[in-house]
């Protein structure tokens, strides 16, 4: 089962721990390059080939000692450089499998742990047990070698640091035996949750979306089959239908549209989907290469709305619908004196026929002025002299705002489960906690959603914070992370090296930045250019390190926030900074960073956030 040139075996080499005992360690060796050569497309650097030389001596010694003693640890499964299908290169050095429990081996020339290093091994475990078929009810054990040691022996968050000469002597004592098919574990589908770039990709090569576990206990696929559903009874009972799909932060709503796109365009190409989020119809069509798949929402406003032009789709999705532009800000904005639902309204009855409206319904996220009216304002467009009959499908909790009209509830139109946060479910409401100023409760859900392998760190220090980064995804190149702050922090966090100001902002090129892997010009992940909540809501990072300005602060017994001056008459703006950090903090997939600058005005708000459950970012773990 060893991987050898031309298999492309998700590893560099698998067997049972007697086959690779009998095997030369170079043939091993050979067999991790060539696996990284196929993989990478390039050879393993000097470095590389070093450490591989030194973990395969460590780990061939441990496991000689350990089958001397308990025989059958022969039978047990081994899998080295273990690729994580459509993870970007993510490979845990071991993998050992000894019927009864799985570990999670990485191995680090280096005598104390890194807490970058820590998180990675943690992360692999963390994942293997939920996106991996075959491990799916298995304990996952994440162990942490440390090759330029013999002493350390430590646990901390299910987490084993050990030094080389104490391997053994743990899997002794920590494996729980049981029958093996390691072959079948090896063939096991890894299904990963994608990020919103990678399924908006899988959808537009015509690829399958992965059956994903976490994904279909949210309930996505149940409302995209509904929403399926009521869009072809729109079609063939000729109906003019508003369906309203709500969901938490991260809840999967952008991916459930894009979906419902996918299916509807296999069939007919009737349907488009609308975003008014300007940095995420960027990265999208870049990622996409093609301008059709996603538009702009307030250009396909003004194209359509505003004249007697029709579109050519029947069924039309549009993100953030709770975020339309009402009628004062439509008119203060000099684009007519009709809010954008009621022009979207509008266009539907002009369609000869049918028409779908499909809107996506965020939670407590209104960051632009003119977006306060919330869902109200499609009550107000259906309700209009001119307009005609609707049938309005939507989750139980919006009905109310639909008093009156034809209104269908769905369950299966709530998606109340984060898959952005990966496992840390709790997230969304941590933050809801944390600026309602309950820290008492935030520190519990914090501890909650850090126990499920989503670590959440504060610190004053933004070199340790990059290092923090840059050591956690080392290895990992298509990981995405970088630094979000608020727009109002512009003026309070440049002296600290963190450059939010507007023109530094502006010059960000939303789709270099999501895009791009760190090293190349423009990425995110270089660390040295800011994106504010304008930029980056709808999106998502593996890490955001959150660089907390002066706008919201702690004042020792509740949030002080400094709004600025209102732009738009009608807007709230003590409600817009706080949905500003809303965003901010919720923008994660692996875990949280936050900076505070090293400035007395921020001391407090330092000890609010670790009374609310966020940890010190340690320098190394011990």
């Not at 206990?217 to 729109?234: C, F, Q, Y």
């Not at 500003?580 to 505070?596: A, N, S």
């Amino acid at each position: 089962m060893d991987g050898a040139v031309g298999d492309r075996q998700p590893y560099g080499w698998g067997g049972t721990v007697g086959d690779y005992l009998s095997q030369p360690p170079t043939l091993v060796l050979s067999a991790l390059e060539t696996h990284l050569l196929n993989l990478m497309g390039c050879h393993a650097s000097s470095s590389q080939q070093n450490a591989w030389r030194e973990e395969e001596a460590l780990l061939r010694g441990a496991l000689r000692d350990l089958a001397i003693a308990r025989p059958e640890v022969t039978g047990w499964g081994l899998a080295l450089e273990y690729e994580l299908h459509l993870e970007g290169g993510r490979r845990p050095d071991a993998i050992l499998h000894s019927g009864g429990s799985i570990f999670v081996l990485e191995f680090k020339q280096a005598s104390v742990a890194p807490t970058g290093a820590a998180d990675q091994v943690i992360a692999y475990a963390r994942d293997l047990a939920e996106y991996h078929q075959a491990t799916h009810g298995l304990p996952v054990e994440p162990v942490l070698v440390l090759t330029n040691t013999s002493m350390v022996s430590s646990w901390a968050d299910g987490l084993a640091v050990l030094g080389p000469s104490q391997l053994a002597a743990f899997l002794d004592g920590s494996s729980a035996s049981g029958d093996i098919d390691f072959q079948t574990w090896l063939d096991s589908p890894y299904e990963p949750l994608p990020t919103l770039v990678e399924a908006a990709r899988m959808i537009f090569r015509e690829e399958p979306l992965p059956r994903i576990r976490r994904a279909e206990s949210a309930g996505i696929p149940e409302a995209v089959n509904l929403l399926v559903r009521l869009t072809k009874e729109a079609q063939r009972d000729s109906l003019r239908s508003l369906a309203m799909l709500a969901g938490v932060p991260g809840a999967g709503k952008t991916l459930a549209g894009l979906s419902l796109v996918y299916d509807r365009l296999a069939d007919d190409h009737d349907a488009v989907f609308l975003s008014g989020n300007g940095p995420l119809v960027q990265v999208l069509r870049d990622a996409l290469q093609s301008k059709t798949f996603v538009q702009d929402l307030h250009a396909f406003i003004t194209t359509y709305g505003t004249s007697t032009r029709l579109p050519d789709h029947h069924i039309v999705v549009f993100d953030e619908a709770q975020r339309a532009w009402d009628a004062g800000y439509m008119a203060w904005k000099g684009r007519g004196v009709a809010s954008e639902p009621d022009l979207l309204v509008e266009i539907g009855e002009r369609l000869p026929h049918w028409c779908a409206l499909v809107g996506l319904v965020g939670d407590g996220q209104e960051i632009h002025s003119g977006e306060e009216a919330g869902i109200q304002q499609w009550q107000t467009a259906l309700t209009r002299e001119a307009s005609l009959a609707w049938r309005v499908h939507c989750p139980p909790r919006l009905a109310p705002a639909f008093e009156g009209q034809d209104v269908t509830e769905h369950e299966d139109l709530d998606l109340t489960i984060s898959l952005r946060s990966r496992r840390a479910d709790d997230l969304h409401a941590w933050v809801a906690a944390l600026l309602d100023g309950r820290l008492g409760d935030a520190a519990k859900l914090a501890a909650s959603v850090q126990r499920r392998g989503f670590p959440m760190y504060v610190s004053r220090d933004l070199e340790r914070c990059k290092a923090y980064l840059r050591e956690r995804y080392l290895g990992e190149p298509e990981r995405r992370y970088g630094i979000i702050a608020s727009s109002k922090s512009q003026r309070f966090l440049p002296p600290y090296g963190v450059d939010s100001s507007w023109p530094a902002t502006k010059k960000v090129n939303f789709a270099h930045w999501y895009n791009r892997e760190r090293g190349q010009a423009g990425a995110g992940s270089n660390l040295d250019a800011v994106v504010t909540e304008f930029g980056c809501q709808g999106l998502e990072l593996d890490m955001p390190l959150v660089a907390w300005g002066d706008d919201v602060l702690w004042s020792g017994r509740a949030w002080k926030v400094k709004p600025g001056r209102p732009q738009y008459p009608q807007e709230d703006p003590v409600q817009l900074r706080l949905n500003c950090y809303r965003v901010l903090l919720t923008r994660g997939r692996d875990g949280l960073l936050v900076f505070l600058p090293d400035d007395r005005s921020v001391d407090l708000t330092e000890h609010a956030l670790l009374a609310a459950g966020l940890s010190p970012l340690p320098a190394l773990l011990t």
